[in-house]
Structures are given as structure tokens and as C-alpha cells.
Nanobody
């Protein structure tokens, strides 16, 4: 079974770049038919899909965040990363990585939309 774990700084200053890494174990990030997503949940709000990278390396981002988002991967380390630039306090959230074999929907997300989840990591944007 696949396991995912997020890591990165828990505090980021406004205008800087948020950078997180998802480390995968028990699976391959190059295996076919998988979408590797970043998702976040701001305090008191629902899940928000950020974007995904496929097993072949193609990326798709939420339109509202596309201009600030970059997802990449390192297959040798079995990791994929999220970079979110020009952050503001509105970007404060718990950030998750997740995997599913279905193309993610971009609205009204629930935990059931992804079969594998990391535990999540809190990121606070503050000076």
C-alpha cells in the first residue's frame, strides 16, 4: 500500500514562496493511471484542490492559483513538490498531498475523492 507524507516549513513570511514536499513510500510515482494532488484546507473552510502531477509528469492547476503554483517531481527520490509563490495570510491552511487513479474534480472536494492521503501539514503565513 502507498504512503504519503508532507514536509516543509510550518511558517512562511508574506510575499515569499511556500515550498512543500510529499514523500511517497510503498508505491511508484511513475506508475500509470495515477494523479498526485496537492489539496489545502484553510481554517473553518472546506477542502480546496490546488493542482496535480501525473505519473508521466504532466501538471494541471486550479485556475484561481495557477499563476502562483508549480508542482514538480523527483522520481529518484520518490517525491513531488509544491511551490506557491507570493503568499499572503489567506494561504494559511493545512496542506495535504493525495493520490487517486481518477482525474480530480476541481470543486466540492471530499476525503472520499482521493483513496490515499498524507497526514497533512500546517502552514502559517505570517510576518
Amino acid at each position: 500500500q502507498v504512503q504519503l507524507q508532507e514536509s516543509g516549513p510550518g511558517l512562511v513570511k508574506p510575499s515569499q514562496t511556500l515550498s512543500l514536499t510529499c514523500t511517497v513510500s510503498g508505491g511508484s510515482i511513475t506508475a500509470s493511471y495515477y494523479y498526485w494532488s496537492w489539496i489545502r484546507q484553510p481554517p473553518g473552510k472546506g477542502l480546496e484542490w490546488i493542482g496535480y502531477i501525473t505519473s508521466s509528469g504532466s501538471t494541471t492547476y486550479s485556475p484561481s492559483l495557477k499563476s502562483r503554483t508549480s508542482i514538480s517531481r523527483d522520481t529518484s527520490k520518490k517525491q513531488f513538490t509544491l511551490q506557491l509563490s507570493s503568499v499572503t495570510p489567506e494561504d494559511t491552511a493545512v496542506y495535504y498531498c493525495a493520490r487517486d487513479n481518477r482525474r480530480p474534480k476541481q470543486a466540492d472536494l471530499s476525503r472520499a475523492d482521493f483513496r490515499s492521503w498524507g497526514q497533512g501539514t500546517q502552514v502559517t503565513v505570517s510576518s
